[in-house]
Each structure stands twice: as C-alpha cells, then as structure tokens.
C-alpha cells in the first residue's frame, strides 16, 4: 500500500485544527486508560493500522497489559474489562458505527449508569476526534511505521 499523499502538508490550517480537538481531548480530564481504550478500539473497527499501531504502542508505554491491549477487538467475549471499560466500549463501538446503530438507548443508558454528564460528552468529543484522525489517515493511506523485527535469543 502506498501513502496517497501528505496531509499535514497539504493543509497545515485544517491538521492544527485537528490537533486543537485533540488537545482538548487530553486535557480534558479523562483518565488515560480511558482515553488509550477510546483511540485503540475506533481505530480497531475503522481499520486504521497507522492509528492501531500508534495507540498499541502508546497504550503499553502508559502501563497497560498486553491482555487488556490484545482482547479490545473481542471485548464482549473477554471478563478483563471492568463495568467502566465496557459501558466506554459499547459507546465507542454504538457512536463509531453511528450510521448503523444510531447511538442506541442502551449503550446510552448503560455509559451513564457510570459516567457524568460532562464526562459522557468528553468521551464522545473524543469518540469524534480519533475518527478524524481515522478517516485522515485511512482515506490518505498513511503508513504506520515498520519496527525491526525482534532476533531470536
């Protein structure tokens, strides 16, 4: 696959608006591991690998165990998540896939039997950020970066 072009320098305006959402979502007070599940698991169903890769990465850096990383795409069938996660995820998955779910009132109502007000629509603000970045970086093919392959011991 190769990259269809460069779009932070096609329209450096429109990438520091991007990055003005993007700062709000990590100032906003959410927890990390909250954040990290919110960026790792849209990507996982927009099929962005640049961001997949990214947020693997940044995910273990903050501490998260390589189970919890590696069960996000099956989390309905996996007791590693707490009732926390797991009303975020069913949001997550309810407003990635808004066409077809319409944001139905059971996911709403199981994230708001854990979350504020103010926190639901910073997980949503969230929500929407990573899925601008997703659609950037799928519908421009950007690369993820390839690591070295580990050598045998």
């Known amino acids: 696959m190769q990259a269809r072009m460069n779009f932070v320098k096609a329209s450096p305006?429109?990438?520091?608006?991007?990055?003005?959402?993007?700062?709000?979502?990590?100032?906003s007070g959410l927890e990390r591991r909250?954040?990290?599940?919110?960026?790792?698991?849209?990507?996982?169903?927009?099929?962005?690998?640049?961001?997949v890769d990214m947020h693997v990465k940044e995910s273990r850096h903050d501490g998260l165990s390589e189970q919890w990383i590696n069960l996000m795409c099956v989390w309905r069938e996996s007791p590693v998540y707490d009732a926390r996660e797991r009303a975020l995820l069913g949001w997550v998955d309810a407003v990635t896939n808004?066409?077809?779910?319409?944001?139905?009132?059971?996911?709403?109502?199981?994230?708001?039997?854990?979350?504020?007000?103010?926190?639901?629509t910073d997980i949503t603000v969230a929500i929407g950020a990573i899925n601008v970045w997703n659609r950037l970086a799928v519908g421009f093919?950007?690369?993820?970066?390839?690591?070295?392959?580990?050598?045998?011991?």
Do not use: W
Request: hydrophobic share 45%; charged share 25%.
């Open 98 to 120: 808004i066409a077809q779910t319409a944001a139905p009132d059971e996911a709403y109502a199981t994230l708001k039997e854990h979350f504020s007000e103010k926190e639901m």
């Open 141 to 153: 093919r950007s690369q993820h970066p390839i690591d070295k392959p580990a050598k045998a011991a």
């Open 34 to 51: 909250f954040i990290h599940l919110i960026k790792l698991r849209a990507s996982q169903i927009n099929g962005c690998a640049y961001c």
């Open 13 to 27: 305006a429109a990438y520091k608006a991007v990055m003005v959402l993007e700062d709000f979502v990590q100032n």
